[in-house]
């Protein structure tokens, strides 16, 4: 049963580190936006309303 | 903080698709008449390379756009809109070269895996994988040129330069490899994707509906990081600021010396 | 426009000259490479011999690093670099200027190379036009390799540790290409070797290509 080791630890692996980097990527997102005191996105001074085209 | 509506609504999609995603590549998928049960790393390893090949097109774009928007000669409001235009496509070369690096990573550990089961080795020096190694290493070559502080302008412009020369070294390495390990080896060890074989139509589904799964995923964690980008130049910007404003309302050094 | 491309090649060969930084620590350090490759394999002579070729541009190539970190440190003190923008040396100039006088030290390091590859690995050449067309091409293209990349990390903190990593994955071509060329020059193998050495000429023409058009960028306001 090789197979079922290396096949579930190819999507184990694969689900680990997308779910890590995007933890890692919303985190920092968070920690940054609360020291520079900007509200959550939507509310007017947002990061993404200044290019609009990756905000809608 | 970098999640709004829009992006919101595409994370939701895009854990719904890998939820059925899993169900479709672990069970509903059949298993194929050579490999058995392990081709269903296909799902995560082809979408994996596809992504990334996508990302790193974007970066070269993305760097051709900073380096087109960056030439000097352009003042006034002109030159404050295109040196936005330039912040902004840095941004999106830098979270595409991330999210490039990434799954590139992920192709090479889950092509091992799939390697070991099927070659019964976990690497071979195969023209492919070879080509794949380097392309890794050069864009993790790049993201480190990035982490390096200097000047935002010429840093965007620097690592322009390098995305560029990462992607006209691209088919050379490619080529080269190719051509020494052809002369070495008699047949290709090639027994995944790439030849000519048939799969059947579920699984033809099953790889595409991964793939578009994964470039969900991707242009959501994309979206983010490019957003998380903005705040670190916000930052950065105020953490100045901030120094600057002590410096004004401290008691100046040459005040007090020329007073006495 | 090839008088400034001279001049600063001719600056960098003199300070060269002065400072011996390629003679007395690059090239020993090269052909340290070679001994510690002996001690790596046993000092098996017919592994050494079979793997002459090979050895020979990882040596050259670290060379490379080396010496294209050198050529840009001595611009980094004292913003160097902006001086000589600022006196009206177009950015291209400097780059092919630069990228001349680390050709010739390369070649120099390549002179070395090959003759301590003689001497410890008792190497015999069966085929000198092509090892010196190949040789030629070759460093050429390490050292504007070099140059692109030297300028691009220039006066960057980690320049030292980042160089390698920027470098050797761009190289490899070169390395690949080189390997064969040399393995048919000094009798190892029955390859075509004028091919490997029309690859590395193509190679080289492309970098000159890229360097001709990154020039601007990375020295503008560098």
């Not at chain 2, 999609?13 to 672990?26: S, T």
């Not at chain 2, 950065?236 to 005040?255: C, G, K, M, T």
């Not at chain 3, 067309?133 to 691009?152: D, E, H, R």
């Given at each position: 049963?090789?197979?079922?080791?290396?096949?579930?630890?190819?999507?184990?692996?694969?689900?680990?580190?997308?779910?890590?980097?995007?933890?890692?990527?919303?985190?920092?997102?968070?920690?940054?936006?609360?020291?520079?005191?900007?509200?959550?996105?939507?509310?007017?001074?947002?990061?993404?309303?200044?290019?609009?085209?990756?905000?809608? | 903080?970098?999640?709004?509506?829009?992006?919101?609504?595409?994370?939701?999609?895009?854990?719904?698709?890998?939820?059925?995603?899993?169900?479709?590549?672990?069970?509903?998928?059949?298993?194929?008449?050579?490999?058995?049960?392990?081709?269903?790393?296909?799902?995560?390893?082809?979408?994996?390379?596809?992504?990334?090949?996508?990302?790193?097109?974007?970066?070269?774009?993305?760097?051709?756009?900073?380096?087109?928007?960056?030439?000097?000669?352009?003042?006034?409001?002109?030159?404050?809109?295109?040196?936005?235009?330039?912040?902004?496509?840095?941004?999106?070369?830098?979270?595409?070269?991330?999210?490039?690096?990434?799954?590139?990573?992920?192709?090479?550990?889950?092509?091992?895996?799939?390697?070991?089961?099927?070659?019964?080795?976990?690497?071979?020096?195969?023209?492919?994988?070879?080509?794949?190694?380097?392309?890794?290493?050069?864009?993790?070559?790049?993201?480190?040129?990035?982490?390096?502080?200097?000047?935002?302008?010429?840093?965007?412009?620097?690592?322009?330069?390098?995305?560029?020369?990462?992607?006209?070294?691209?088919?050379?390495?490619?080529?080269?490899?190719?051509?020494?390990?052809?002369?070495?080896?008699?047949?290709?060890?090639?027994?995944?994707?790439?030849?000519?074989?048939?799969?059947?139509?579920?699984?033809?589904?099953?790889?595409?509906?991964?793939?578009?799964?994964?470039?969900?995923?991707?242009?959501?964690?994309?979206?983010?990081?490019?957003?998380?980008?903005?705040?670190?130049?916000?930052?950065?910007?105020?953490?100045?600021?901030?120094?600057?404003?002590?410096?004004?309302?401290?008691?100046?050094?040459?005040?007090?010396?020329?007073?006495? | 426009?090839?008088?400034?491309?001279?001049?600063?090649?001719?600056?960098?060969?003199?300070?060269?000259?002065?400072?011996?930084?390629?003679?007395?620590?690059?090239?020993?350090?090269?052909?340290?490479?070679?001994?510690?490759?002996?001690?790596?394999?046993?000092?098996n002579p017919s592994l050494l011999g079979a793997g002459a070729g090979g050895l020979f541009w990882v040596?050259?190539?670290?060379?490379?690093?080396?010496?294209?970190?050198?050529?840009?440190?001595?611009?980094?003190?004292?913003?160097?670099?902006?001086?000589?923008?600022?006196?009206?040396?177009?950015?291209?100039?400097?780059?092919?200027?630069?990228?001349?006088?680390?050709?010739?030290?390369?070649?120099?390091?390549?002179?070395?190379?090959?003759?301590?590859?003689?001497?410890?690995?008792?190497?015999?050449?069966?085929?000198?036009?092509?090892?010196?067309?190949?040789?030629?091409?070759?460093?050429?293209?390490?050292?504007?390799?070099?140059?692109?990349?030297?300028?691009?990390?220039?006066?960057?903190?980690?320049?030292?540790?980042?160089?390698?990593?920027?470098?050797?994955?761009?190289?490899?071509?070169?390395?690949?290409?080189?390997?064969?060329?040399?393995?048919?020059?000094?009798?190892?193998?029955?390859?075509?070797?004028?091919?490997?050495?029309?690859?590395?000429?193509?190679?080289?023409?492309?970098?000159?290509?890229?360097?001709?058009?990154?020039?601007?960028?990375?020295?503008?306001?560098?």
């Amino acid at each position: 049963m090789t197979w079922a080791a290396n096949v579930f630890s190819g999507y184990a692996l694969t689900a680990a580190a997308v779910v890590a980097y995007a933890t890692w990527v919303v985190r920092r997102g968070r920690v940054l936006g609360r020291d520079l005191g900007i509200g959550p996105a939507g509310a007017g001074t947002d990061p993404g309303r200044s290019h609009p085209e990756t905000s809608q | 903080m970098t999640g709004s509506v829009a992006t919101r609504v595409l994370g939701a999609i895009g854990l719904a698709a890998a939820a059925v995603m899993a169900i479709l590549a672990l069970w509903v998928s059949p298993a194929d008449a050579v490999q058995g049960d392990a081709v269903r790393l296909m799902y995560v390893h082809v979408p994996s390379i596809w992504v990334a090949y996508g990302s790193f097109v974007l970066t070269a774009f993305a760097s051709a756009r900073v380096l087109w928007r960056t030439r000097s000669g352009a003042g006034g409001t002109e030159g404050v809109i295109a040196d936005r235009q330039a912040r902004h496509w840095d941004r999106v070369a830098g979270a595409a070269a991330e999210l490039g690096v990434m799954f590139t990573g992920l192709t090479l550990v889950t092509g091992s895996l799939w390697g070991k089961v099927t070659w019964g080795t976990y690497w071979q020096w195969d023209a492919r994988l070879t080509t794949t190694v380097l392309l890794f290493v050069t864009h993790l070559g790049y993201l480190a040129l990035r982490r390096l502080p200097a000047e935002s302008r010429a840093r965007a412009r620097r690592s322009a330069v390098m995305a560029l020369i990462a992607v006209v070294n691209l088919p050379i390495v490619h080529y080269s490899v190719d051509w020494w390990r052809t002369l070495h080896q008699e047949a290709s060890l090639e027994i995944g994707i790439g030849g000519d074989r048939n799969y059947s139509g579920e699984m033809y589904w099953t790889l595409l509906y991964s793939w578009a799964t994964f470039t969900l995923i991707a242009l959501w964690i994309g979206i983010h990081r490019y957003r998380v980008l903005r705040l670190e130049e916000l930052a950065e910007e105020a953490a100045l600021e901030e120094l600057l404003s002590v410096r004004r309302s401290e008691p100046s050094h040459d005040e007090p010396v020329t007073e006495r | 426009m090839w008088r400034e491309v001279w001049l600063i090649c001719r600056k960098d060969l003199t300070v060269e000259r002065r400072a011996r930084v390629t003679l007395i620590q690059i090239v020993p350090t090269v052909l340290l490479i070679l001994v510690v490759f002996a001690f790596a394999f046993d000092a098996n002579p017919s592994l050494l011999g079979a793997g002459a070729g090979g050895l020979f541009w990882v040596a050259v190539l670290f060379g490379a690093v080396l010496g294209a970190k050198r050529s840009f440190d001595i611009e980094a003190e004292g913003g160097n670099l902006d001086a000589l923008r600022l006196g009206g040396l177009s950015p291209a100039a400097i780059l092919w200027g630069k990228a001349m006088a680390l050709a010739v030290q390369m070649a120099a390091v390549a002179v070395f190379t090959a003759a301590g590859l003689v001497v410890l690995f008792s190497v015999t050449v069966t085929d000198w036009p092509l090892l010196l067309t190949a040789a030629v091409c070759g460093t050429a293209a390490f050292a504007i390799c070099g140059c692109l990349y030297g300028a691009m990390t220039v006066g960057l903190r980690s320049a030292d540790t980042l160089l390698p990593l920027l470098l050797i994955p761009v190289a490899a071509p070169v390395l690949l290409a080189g390997t064969r060329a040399f393995d048919v020059a000094l009798g190892t193998s029955a390859d075509q070797g004028w091919s490997w050495t029309a690859l590395l000429a193509v190679v080289l023409i492309t970098y000159v290509a890229v360097g001709w058009a990154a020039a601007g960028p990375l020295l503008e306001d560098a």
